[in-house]
């Protein structure tokens, strides 16, 4: 569980810059320097566990993730300059439905029903969020947000891949191939929208490499010691990160909704960790 937060802290502070250099930067840009100054995060301490462990055991389910995790980008980024922060948090939070039925599905976990519960409230806290039964209904729902919501699915069959080559590879060796074939598989894009940063951005672009990398590192983690289908309810802790940072960085106040959404969520996070720390004993 503490792996998870940790990840959602990360990915909340990668998602807030990667938003902001997304407004004068191409997104493909951002996302393709972002992977390649990650995969140079992750070189080091891959070294260290020696250069013959660099090549992966699992080198087709390697490319497979990153060809899952590349489509996923390509709509996230697609999605990145037309959503708000917190929106754009909580609209990805429809990926742990699908973890969870692809990890009862393929993996053959075993999904409680306190499992299901936790994320399934923390699912009704996503709805809570961002309200579509106001301003037109669903009808009204920007495009911006649908590709989102369909990145979700994508994402989810990455996270999947990545639970499975836990049994093969370390997480250094899995998060620097992830980004390896990323920066590959996003360059193309890239190279339509090229520009030189500058050194303000190359600074943020830094932290957006460290970030990230520090994410999936810490997920992988999280998907080596426990089930997916355990620590996909903490995920919803980062839309109440997603919302401090959103009033700090964009001066994005969140509704009331937002507030007792993010209750909701924070709620069903720690019920659930209980119950998984009492099944632990």
Not at 25 to 50: E, Q, S
Not at 68 to 90: E, Q, R, S
Not at 257 to 265: K, T
């Amino acid at each position: 569980m503490l792996w998870m937060m940790a990840t959602g802290l990360l990915f909340t502070l990668l998602n807030t810059v990667m938003k902001r250099l997304a407004q004068d930067l191409d997104p493909w840009l951002v996302g393709f320097l972002r992977y390649v100054i990650g995969a140079l995060v992750m070189l080091p301490p891959a070294l260290r566990l020696g250069v013959d462990a660099l090549w992966p055991k699992a080198p087709r389910l390697q490319l497979l993730r990153g060809c899952f995790h590349a489509g996923g980008m390509l709509l996230w980024f697609a999605a990145l300059p037309f959503v708000t922060l917190t929106d754009l948090t909580a609209i990805g939070f429809s990926g742990p439905i699908f973890v969870c039925l692809g990890a009862v599905l393929f993996l053959r976990e075993r999904m409680t029903g306190a499992r299901w519960a936790a994320v399934l409230v923390g699912f009704l806290g996503v709805i809570l969020v961002l309200q579509p039964w106001q301003s037109g209904g669903l009808a009204a729902v920007s495009p911006g947000l649908l590709l989102m919501l369909a990145s979700a699915p994508v994402f989810a069959g990455s996270f999947l891949v990545a639970k499975v080559l836990t049994r093969h590879d370390r997480p250094a060796i899995i998060v620097l191939w992830q980004h390896l074939w990323v920066s590959a598989l996003l360059l193309p894009f890239m190279l339509s929208g090229w520009a030189m940063p500058s050194l303000a951005q190359w600074l943020a672009l830094v932290v957006c490499g460290f970030a990230g990398a520090g994410g999936h590192y810490c997920m992988t983690r999280a998907f080596r010691v426990a089930d997916v289908s355990a620590v996909q309810s903490v995920r919803f802790l980062e839309l109440v990160w997603a919302a401090l940072l959103g009033y700090l960085v964009f001066a994005s106040a969140p509704t009331a909704g937002a507030v007792f959404g993010g209750l909701v969520i924070l709620g069903s996070t720690l019920w659930l960790a209980r119950r998984e720390a009492r099944a632990a004993r």
